[in-house]
């Protein structure tokens, strides 16, 4: 077919920029539920203490709030439960980044007008770049369904827990296909596709969480749940995304032909003939990159605050034995609420999200570097400094009015069931804020990185994500503490309900503060470009 | 070292891991001159100036800017300085006329009426976002910036590599207006002519060095001229002469480039079979680049 001529080279261009970055999200999917199938085995070992943490979760609705509902006791029923949910939001993640990587964010750089001058068909790249990402969520799906039969799960069950999972990465491939047409930078494409994805799974979460079950089928991340995996197997189920992925990307065709080469599908109106006063000097400047990015994340967390806040409230009514009291506390970590072992999961979880913006604010510090933008600004009377200080600033600005809109919306859900507004509020904000020092953590250690390794100042996704992986997923494999307290968010006081303790808080203040003025020191001393 | 100059380098060299950037250059710049900066692509031109503007750290030698080091104290010597650089690169979702105000706040503030006139000089949409604008279109934000500010030094890298010749005279005039208010301008270019009508002196540079420096008369004066005449009869042992070269005699005409030391032989010669006519001309500036960029060319 023309229209997608020389989309063959394109695949093995792609596949070849992405030779790092693909086999790690692979890596990071197998492994998670290698790991996690590993594990759930050791820990319930026979019939009857399987069958109590069924109980235990299916007493709750709460406790589904993160991954869903657990119907059946086999090994491989929990191990799906526990793994699937995260899986497809990993999967979906990895796609959306891919799919705008290799189209948008081509065409807004301006690399694929030297290609599409080629003899390349209208359609190349956008072919080139699904075919790439779905055949990563392909070996995704397989290596998943390899490595839980290794694992010792049943195979059947075993791939049908692959395909899910990739099904979930199909149907986000073809959503940030279109959010490519719509949008007009590759930010903004990657932004919408991923608010979509946190609706999704806040009506998975909805239904998982109330009597509304058929909400599963209005979201894909629920529709994986639907597939029942080591429960049924319901291969039917996958044909859901296929279908959507199928519209998808037949829209994102039609939208492309007709829209012009490099704009979005959003009309671009005139600005400002002159700078506010909110954009001069160099604090203003990093104020405007930031603050649409920094609204959106807002709106995000209070929605997510909010929603999950509002279900605190029934863990109380379902708790009616002793045994599951017992096990819904060893779930939540330690605490001896259980219903402040849940809100602190959520307040965790939004620490973990601001940590997320944290450090994607100071590596726009590198961007900016790489895109020959700071060199004008550096060119001004504007010390280095004052120039990395002011992206700093707003991510340490940023990350806390973030943890305070989740806390205000979690405190505000929460007080107007319980009928406890203030105290509500009071609490909630303090569990909250308390996440702050480790979030400046992960921010203080990707200026570390982009003050002594430009080049690689993106590796500073890598401590973020072993922390997510050990504040999530660490304490249910039995990790060991030791391997816990590596993270800065395991660290914290578990607020609400734990004593605050000063202590953690100060030595995680004082690593990233050192981490950050050696940044700041590394960066003065280096070449800029 | 002299007090009224305003860049001085001198021996400056720079290494990107193995590959040599700058091998000794030496570049001066005096008060209110307007100065050019000549070179064939990768001759390291771009890091010269990112050296003068403390971007980039020197391996050996000095660069002195208004006197001080642009790697210890940028911010106090930006203060005095605006620059273009070569690839403007502007903010996606701030308009061009946000830019240049910001860009002004960032040197402390600029002059708005001057400001509001170079925008209409340079017809620039202000109202549009920075990914809207072509390459020339976003030269011209980055060039507003800088001739609207008071600053007394301009760094303008390949700055009219994107404009129509309509702006490309626009931007000559505003150059002008520059230097009458006494501004320093170090301005490198591959446009010949622009060069020829700006600039004051130049300073030629290759792989990494300066290879003369001057103005253009003082460059021309080292270099071959070329004659052309018509003779009675045909010349004899024209190719023997050093410093001949594109030698061609076709009958009794003769065109050839002659090294300044040789010019007295060759004249000596045609006198001797008798000159009809006679033109001499000094090389072209596009001859004279070519002489100092070419390796085959050069005369060590």
């Not at chain 1, 080279?9 to 992405?18: M, N, Y």
Request: some cysteine; glycine content about 12%.
């Amino acid at each position: 077919m023309s229209t997608v001529a020389g989309s063959r080279q394109l695949v093995r261009l792609a596949s070849r920029r992405d030779r790092i970055v693909l086999p790690i999200w692979l890596y990071v999917l197998a492994g998670l539920v290698g790991s996690s199938a590993y594990t759930i085995k050791g820990l319930y070992p026979d019939e009857a203490s399987r069958q109590s943490l069924v109980v235990a979760i299916g007493a709750v609705p709460t406790a589904g709030a993160l991954y869903g509902r657990l119907v059946d006791d086999s090994l491989g029923a929990i191990t799906a439960w526990r793994v699937g949910v995260l899986g497809g939001v990993i999967a979906a993640v990895m796609s959306i980044m891919l799919v705008s990587r290799h189209t948008r964010a081509e065409e807004q750089n301006g690399r694929h007008e030297l290609v599409a001058a080629g003899a390349v068909g209208r359609y190349a790249a956008l072919a080139a770049a699904l075919q790439l990402v779905v055949t990563a969520n392909l070996l995704a799906g397989v290596l998943i369904g390899a490595v839980a039969a290794v694992f010792g799960l049943p195979a059947a069950g075993s791939f049908a827990l692959g395909a899910a999972i990739a099904g979930s990465g199909l149907f986000f491939t073809g959503l940030a296909a279109v959010t490519a047409q719509v949008a007009e930078t590759s930010r903004g494409a990657n932004g919408l596709a991923l608010a979509f994805l946190g609706l999704f799974y806040l009506v998975r979460a909805a239904a998982d969480m109330s009597t509304f079950t058929w909400l599963l089928w209005c979201s894909p991340i629920g529709w994986l749940e639907q597939v029942r995996a080591f429960d049924g197997d319901r291969w039917w189920v996958l044909l859901l995304p296929v279908a959507g992925f199928a519209l998808s990307v037949a829209l994102a065709g039609y939208l492309s032909a007709r829209r012009d080469y490099g704009s979005g599908l959003l009309p671009v109106r005139p600005g400002p003939a002159y700078a506010g006063a909110d954009t001069r000097g160099v604090l203003g400047l990093a104020w405007r990159l930031h603050r649409g990015v920094l609204a959106g994340w807002m709106a995000g967390l209070f929605v997510a605050g909010a929603a999950f806040g509002s279900f605190a409230k029934d863990i109380d009514a379902f708790l009616d034995s002793a045994r599951v009291k017992k096990i819904m506390t060893q779930l939540g970590g330690g605490t001896q609420d259980p219903v402040d072992a849940y809100l602190w999961t959520i307040m965790a979880l939004c620490g973990l999200m601001a940590g997320a913006f944290a450090v994607s604010v100071v590596l726009r510090a590198r961007s900016e570097e790489a895109g020959g933008r700071a060199e004008v600004v550096l060119a001004g009377g504007v010390g280095r400094l004052r120039w990395a200080l002011s992206h700093l600033a707003v991510a340490a600005v940023g990350s806390a009015a973030l943890l305070a809109v989740a806390g205000f919306g979690a405190g505000l859900a929460d007080g107007l069931r319980t009928h406890d507004v203030s105290g509500a509020l009071g609490s909630l904000l303090g569990a909250a804020l308390v996440q702050w020092p480790a979030v400046m953590l992960v921010a203080a250690l990707a200026m570390l990185l982009f003050g002594l390794v430009p080049r690689y100042a993106n590796a500073a996704w890598a401590p973020f994500g072993l922390f997510v992986f050990l504040t999530l997923v660490g304490p249910e494999l039995n990790l060991g503490q030791v391997a816990l307290d590596f993270s800065p968010f395991s660290q914290l006081p578990r607020l609400p309900g734990a004593q605050l303790t000063a202590v953690p808080l100060l030595w995680i203040s004082a690593i990233a503060l050192a981490a950050a003025v050696a940044g700041l020191a590394a960066f003065r001393r280096r070449d800029v470009g | 070292m002299n007090a009224t100059d305003v860049i001085d380098i001198s021996g400056l060299r720079k290494s990107f891991g193995r590959a040599q950037a700058l091998a000794g250059l030496d570049l001066r710049v005096p008060r209110g001159e307007v100065h050019g900066l000549l070179g064939p692509n990768g001759a390291g031109k771009s890091t010269t100036i990112r050296i003068l503007l403390g971007l980039l750290r020197s391996d050996g030698g000095s660069a002195a800017l208004f006197g001080g080091d642009p790697w210890k104290d940028p911010v106090t010597l930006h203060r005095r300085l605006a620059y273009v650089p070569g690839d403007v690169s502007l903010w996606p979702n701030l308009t061009g006329g946000e830019t240049i105000d910001l860009l002004g706040s960032l040197r402390g503030g600029l002059d708005k009426e001057r400001r509001d006139g170079l925008v209409a000089r340079f017809e620039l949409d202000p109202h549009k976002k920075g990914r809207a604008y072509s390459k020339g279109n976003r030269q011209k934000v980055a060039l507003v910036a800088a001739l609207a500010s008071e600053a007394e030094l301009l760094i303008l890298d390949e700055p009219t590599s994107g404009l129509d010749p309509l702006m490309e005279a626009v931007f000559r005039e505003c150059v002008a207006e520059a230097k009458e208010r006494g501004a320093t301008i170090l301005l490198s270019s591959h446009i010949l002519t622009e060069v020829e009508k700006l600039c004051d002196r130049v300073s030629i540079i290759r792989d990494g060095r300066t290879v003369d420096s001057g103005t253009l008369d003082e460059l021309r004066q080292f270099s071959r001229t070329t004659i052309n005449a018509r003779l009675s009869r045909p010349p004899v042992g024209l190719e023997t002469i050093d410093g001949v070269y594109a030698l061609k005699v076709d009958k009794d005409e003769v065109t050839c480039q002659v090294d300044p030391e040789a010019l007295e032989a060759v004249l000596r010669a045609l006198a001797d079979v008798g000159v009809r006519t006679l033109t001499s001309r000094p090389p072209t500036l596009e001859e004279l680049f070519l002489h100092y960029y070419s390796d085959s060319d050069t005369a060590e």
